[in-house]
């Protein structure tokens, strides 16, 4: 027994009240590794645990397991209660140190937050993608533009506060609030800028004596100007000739010293412009004083005053008008196909748009567009806390703003950051800063209970995104084939595979790390509250100990003391800041070891540790992004197949029939015009006709409706099948079974009803059963003749309660075929066994006998992965089953219920009998998915058949697994039979 009274417990006391007022977790952690710094009685010789790298945490709210982290060694003296749950001494009062036994050697516990704790870079993205395995959002920050001077920055900021609606907040916390507000602030930055842009335009005039004719001028400027991009335009002032002349500094052409040629604003280049253009025109000519501008915006400037706004006529480089060449480009953008002009159509901007490749500008980054996202159903305030504390961090001494804008499914937070630093240091991001943002957005959420992790597009094989041009491109219907493909692979989570060498090394890493998590048996921890503080603790698995347990707040030494027998569990133990005081520090290790009263025993939490088929689906998706070239051709037809929609169709017929009159526009009058005008108008009526068709494919889709809402929630369907929350609905998508790449969206789940979009495909039709019938008793389908007929086809397969009236005769005749069908399959099967009992013994080869034997009914789950998905759905749903037939049970209970009839079809009836019999079958499948539910006659209809299903799943493993050794003992006879033969041939020639 420890007497209390002869330890004094006021220093510790004092430091735990300092420690649970501290403001945040990072003082808290200084000051208990102030109190780490001071050796406790009896540890002066206490040697540091060796923690794994991947367990150290981060500058976060993770708990501190580091080097300096005290634990247990030999020749410590340890608590009592210590000493009673260890499983032994060694010699000399030694702890015998043994790790928490688990199903595997290799456990590995990957605390949330270790990709950026400083672990090795293999490491840390192992550990990055185990927290996407279990769950977490991936952190998103991306820079979206740079910018510079005031007219770009009032439209920046203008944009995120929505012109003055939404308040901005700088970062000294202050705001900033209405649209007067705003501008001023883009006035200062524009006031504290320094640096000037680059004179990419000038406008000059030349002037001649005499008359000079438009023919001349054009002559003399294509040499003077070879290799520019330019305007001009011919004035006549008395007795000289002046050349008003826009033109573009950059040149295409190589000086004598082998550089490309630029008129820079200097003297010398100058002059050198000058006598050039005199040698081009074989005359005297004055030059004016050059006026430069800079970019697109300078270029409309200085075309603007060249022609007046418009007034007076002016000539391009190519020998053709403004106006007209204007035109031109703006009927060749793909985007503005069958797209009027505008009203405020500006020939000078269209212009100044076309020389922008020929500039070679350096524009000015004064300031950046950043972007964090996060997932819809995130907590608004702590991801708002969050990109505040990120930013705050990496752009410590910057001026910048932000605000948070919740106008799409996701929520995102808009900054806009300065680049140049008030001591003048400038910022210039690189894929390295990228990466570190995203880092430290991670720690900050999971700091604030989001959970997230920093993670690479290479890792879920990601397609590139696309621009906020091409979603408007989409919208109204003008799209070309390459923007819509780019769009859609976004929004489907198609997967990417790269070409280049870089992103397939890339890919090539994702896909051995995944492959090294699902070989390792790996746990995360969630991220707990800001403030609270995390204690580990080593138990029994059905540990019944009522009294006040022991916990340590470095994990390693709470894996030393395990439970003396049985199998055992890491539990973890979150104590908020308000209760920290009623923590007791042990005598022997009070910094590490706190003595926690029952009252918050019961709040501890077991580690759940991650499963192989949750790994699987990404790692099927990094692995396809590998494959050859050739498979992802036949994959991309049929992506595109399915993607056809009537509105893609319609803007592709429209665009076909606009290219046809352009065509026979320029042909002249005859009968190849009248030729081509019928066949094209033969074509466009196919298409109007194949359009109309999509058009009734997508009015009646198929669906299967419920007989009641029932809240949309992610369900596992199969091992092809992936779902995606978006809004209120849950969307199922379809992979490949080969190589796991995407194929198109299977089916939506809204609650009421289930959407069928891929309603040609059995399978997907088959998991939009499988879902329905675990949501609803009975089902109810709409759609075309040829989706009812597989739905029919695959309730008399599958048993699934259809009571559409118009199928249950197809049904019955399906199902009595299929009755039929097995009953002959039985009967071959017992003759081919009597046969065999009496033929004698003869080798068939392997794939001769595998036609020989009868097809078993199909199967969805051939290999170990997929049957561990069913196993541990069933799990899951025996357990949600278990906790609602508890819950009636109790009420049943309290309203005195005593029979069936009491119940109603939203609330059965429960009896206790039937409860204790779910958590039986729960407590069964709790450890193991693949341990058998006991059968009980008093267990309910829905345990019942988890059972059965459950058995299938086994029953499909052994079969399997017989199928192998069948196979390997028939290729062992073989190989015998062959080793004979040689015998008796080689005895024979002897």
């Keep these: 027994?420890?007497?209390?009274?002869?330890?004094?417990?006021?220093?510790?006391?004092?430091?735990?009240?300092?420690?649970?007022?501290?403001?945040?977790?990072?003082?808290?952690?200084?000051?208990?590794?102030?109190?780490?710094?001071?050796?406790?009685?009896?540890?002066?010789?206490?040697?540091?645990?060796?923690?794994?790298?991947?367990?150290?945490?981060?500058?976060?709210?993770?708990?501190?397991?580091?080097?300096?982290?005290?634990?247990?060694?030999?020749?410590?003296?340890?608590?009592?209660?210590?000493?009673?749950?260890?499983?032994?001494?060694?010699?000399?009062?030694?702890?015998?140190?043994?790790?928490?036994?688990?199903?595997?050697?290799?456990?590995?516990?990957?605390?949330?937050?270790?990709?950026?704790?400083?672990?090795?870079?293999?490491?840390?993205?192992?550990?990055?993608?185990?927290?996407?395995?279990?769950?977490?959002?991936?952190?998103?920050?991306?820079?979206?533009?740079?910018?510079?001077?005031?007219?770009?920055?009032?439209?920046?900021?203008?944009?995120?506060?929505?012109?003055?609606?939404?308040?901005?907040?700088?970062?000294?916390?202050?705001?900033?609030?209405?649209?007067?507000?705003?501008?001023?602030?883009?006035?200062?930055?524009?006031?504290?800028?320094?640096?000037?842009?680059?004179?990419?335009?000038?406008?000059?005039?030349?002037?001649?004596?005499?008359?000079?004719?438009?023919?001349?001028?054009?002559?003399?400027?294509?040499?003077?100007?070879?290799?520019?991009?330019?305007?001009?335009?011919?004035?006549?002032?008395?007795?000289?000739?002046?050349?008003?002349?826009?033109?573009?500094?950059?040149?295409?052409?190589?000086?004598?010293?082998?550089?490309?040629?630029?008129?820079?604003?200097?003297?010398?280049?100058?002059?050198?412009?000058?006598?050039?253009?005199?040698?081009?025109?074989?005359?005297?000519?004055?030059?004016?004083?050059?006026?430069?501008?800079?970019?697109?915006?300078?270029?409309?400037?200085?075309?603007?005053?060249?022609?007046?706004?418009?007034?007076?006529?002016?000539?391009?480089?190519?020998?053709?008008?403004?106006?007209?060449?204007?035109?031109?480009?703006?009927?060749?953008?793909?985007?503005?196909?069958?797209?009027?002009?505008?009203?405020?159509?500006?020939?000078?901007?269209?212009?100044?748009?076309?020389?922008?490749?020929?500039?070679?500008?350096?524009?000015?980054?004064?300031?950046?567009?950043?972007?964090?996202?996060?997932?819809?159903?995130?907590?608004?305030?702590?991801?708002?806390?969050?990109?505040?504390?990120?930013?705050?961090?990496?752009?410590?001494?910057?001026?910048?703003?932000?605000?948070?804008?919740?106008?799409?499914?996701?929520?995102?937070?808009?900054?806009?950051?300065?680049?140049?630093?008030?001591?003048?240091?400038?910022?210039?991001?690189?894929?390295?800063?990228?990466?570190?943002?995203?880092?430290?957005?991670?720690?900050?959420?999971?700091?604030?209970?989001?959970?997230?992790?920093?993670?690479?597009?290479?890792?879920?094989?990601?397609?590139?995104?696309?621009?906020?041009?091409?979603?408007?491109?989409?919208?109204?219907?003008?799209?070309?084939e390459s923007v819509r493909r780019r769009v859609e692979r976004v929004h489907n989570g198609e997967i990417h595979r790269p070409t280049r060498d870089e992103g397939r090394r890339r890919a090539a890493e994702a896909a051995s790390e995944w492959k090294s998590l699902a070989a390792r048996r790996a746990a995360v921890i969630p991220p707990h509250a800001a403030g609270a503080m995390r204690l580990y603790r080593v138990e029994a698995v059905k540990d019944g100990s009522h009294r006040a347990p022991l916990f340590s707040i470095d994990r390693a030494l709470a894996e030393v003391y395990a439970a003396k027998s049985g199998p055992t569990r890491l539990v973890y133990l979150d104590v908020p800041a308000e209760r920290i005081a009623e923590l007791r520090p042990s005598r022997e290790l009070p910094a590490n070891v706190f003595v926690v009263p029952p009252a918050l025993n019961a709040l501890r939490k077991s580690v759940d540790w991650i499963?192989?088929?949750?790994?699987?689906?990404?790692?099927?998706?990094?692995?396809?992004?590998?494959?050859?070239?050739?498979?992802?051709?036949?994959?991309?037809?049929?992506?595109?197949?399915?993607?056809?929609?009537?509105?893609?169709?319609?803007?592709?017929?429209?665009?076909?029939?606009?290219?046809?009159?352009?065509?026979?526009?320029?042909?002249?009058?005859?009968?190849?015009?009248?030729?081509?005008?019928?066949?094209?108008?033969?074509?466009l009526g196919r298409a109007e006709g194949a359009t109309r068709e999509q058009e009734r494919l997508e009015r009646n889709p198929g669906q299967i409706e419920g007989d009641r809402f029932v809240e949309p929630e992610p369900r596992n369907v199969g091992a092809l099948f992936t779902n995606k929350k978006k809004g209120t609905e849950i969307h199922y998508n379809r992979h490949d079974r080969e190589t796991g790449a995407f194929q198109t969206l299977a089916f939506i789940d809204s609650g009421k009803q289930l959407d069928v979009r891929d309603w040609s495909n059995g399978e997907s039709v088959n998991a939009a059963l499988k879902l329905a019938s675990q949501k609803w008793e009975t089902l109810s389908v709409s759609g075309s003749d040829e989706y009812k007929e597989t739905v029919a086809r695959l309730g008399a397969e599958n048993g699934y309660k259809i009571t559409n009236p118009e199928l249950q005769d197809r049904i019955r005749e399906l199902r009595a075929k299929i009755e039929t069908q097995r009953a002959s399959v039985t009967e071959g099967k017992e003759r081919a066994e009597a046969k065999e009992t009496d033929a004698p013994v003869k080798s068939v080869p392997l794939p001769e006998a595998g036609h020989q034997r009868p097809a078993d009914p199909p199967v969805l789950n051939t290999t170990p992965a997929e049957r561990a998905i069913e196993l541990n759905s069933i799990r899951e749903r025996v357990d949600v089953e278990a906790q609602r037939e508890t819950h009636q049970a109790a009420r049943a209970r309290e309203a005195h219920e005593t029979n069936a009839a009491a119940g109603t079809e939203g609330a059965p009836y429960r009896a206790p009998e039937e409860a204790r019999a779910a958590r039986e079958a729960e407590r069964a499948v709790d450890n193991s998915p693949a341990r058998e539910i006991p059968a009980d006659p008093m267990q309910s209809e829905s345990i019942q058949a988890l059972r059965f299903e459950q058995r299938r799943v086994l029953d499909q493993g052994n079969r399997d697994d017989q199928k192998r050794i069948d196979m390997e003992n028939a290729e062992r006879f073989r190989q015998d039979e062959r080793r004979q033969n040689r015998d008796e041939a080689e005895g024979e020639s002897m």
């Design 1 to 480: 027994m420890i007497a209390l009274a002869a330890y004094d417990l006021r220093p510790l006391s004092g430091r735990l009240r300092g420690i649970r007022t501290a403001r945040d977790f990072r003082e808290r952690r200084a000051l208990l590794e102030a109190v780490d710094s001071g050796a406790p009685p009896g540890a002066a010789d206490a040697s540091p645990a060796r923690t794994s790298q991947l367990a150290r945490p981060p500058a976060n709210s993770l708990p501190y397991t580091g080097p300096g982290a005290l634990s247990g060694g030999a020749g410590e003296k340890l608590e009592d209660e210590w000493a009673l749950r260890r499983p032994g001494s060694g010699r000399g009062g030694e702890p015998a140190v043994r790790t928490a036994p688990g199903p595997r050697p290799d456990a590995t516990l990957l605390s949330a937050g270790a990709a950026s704790s400083g672990a090795s870079g293999a490491a840390a993205s192992i550990a990055a993608k185990a927290g996407l395995a279990a769950g977490f959002q991936a952190a998103v920050v991306k820079l979206a533009s740079y910018g510079s001077g005031s007219a770009r920055a009032a439209a920046l900021l203008n944009y995120q506060s929505d012109k003055g609606q939404l308040t901005l907040e700088r970062e000294d916390g202050t705001l900033v609030t209405g649209k007067a507000a705003v501008d001023d602030l883009a006035a200062h930055w524009r006031d504290d800028d320094a640096r000037e842009p680059s004179n990419d335009i000038f406008r000059v005039t030349l002037t001649f004596e005499g008359r000079l004719g438009p023919e001349e001028a054009r002559v003399g400027l294509a040499a003077a100007l070879d290799g520019h991009r330019y305007a001009w335009r011919l004035e006549e002032r008395g007795d000289s000739t002046l050349v008003h002349l826009v033109a573009v500094a950059a040149g295409a052409r190589n000086d004598v010293h082998g550089k490309k040629e630029r008129v820079y604003a200097n003297a010398k280049s100058l002059r050198c412009f000058h006598d050039k253009t005199e040698v081009a025109f074989g005359r005297d000519v004055d030059l004016s004083a050059p006026v430069w501008a800079h970019g697109v915006e300078g270029a409309t400037t200085q075309l603007a005053a060249l022609t007046k706004a418009g007034a007076l006529p002016a000539e391009t480089d190519a020998g053709i008008s403004l106006e007209e060449a204007a035109n031109r480009h703006f009927a060749k953008q793909p985007s503005n196909a069958n797209r009027p002009k505008p009203k405020n159509f500006n020939p000078a901007l269209e212009i100044a748009k076309t020389w922008r490749p020929a500039m070679r500008s350096s524009s000015p980054r004064d300031f950046a567009h950043v972007i964090l996202s996060a997932k819809p159903g995130t907590d608004e305030d702590a991801f708002m806390d969050a990109a505040r504390a990120t930013l705050a961090r990496e752009f410590k001494g910057h001026e910048y703003v932000f605000v948070m804008h919740t106008n799409r499914r996701h929520i995102h937070v808009h900054a806009a950051v300065r680049l140049t630093s008030a001591r003048g240091e400038k910022l210039h991001p690189g894929i390295q800063d990228f990466n570190r943002w995203r880092q430290t957005l991670a720690e900050e959420a999971r700091e604030r209970q989001i959970p997230m992790e920093a993670v690479r597009r290479f890792d879920q094989a990601h397609a590139p995104s696309y621009k906020l041009k091409d979603a408007k491109m989409i919208e109204r219907g003008i799209a070309p």
């Design 611 to 683: 499963d192989e088929a949750a790994v699987l689906p990404f790692q099927r998706r990094v692995d396809a992004a590998l494959t050859p070239r050739a498979q992802e051709q036949s994959i991309v037809s049929k992506e595109d197949k399915a993607m056809r929609t009537a509105e893609t169709m319609e803007a592709a017929r429209r665009n076909m029939a606009d290219a046809m009159a352009r065509l026979g526009g320029y042909l002249p009058v005859g009968a190849v015009k009248d030729d081509l005008m019928r066949r094209s108008r033969d074509i």
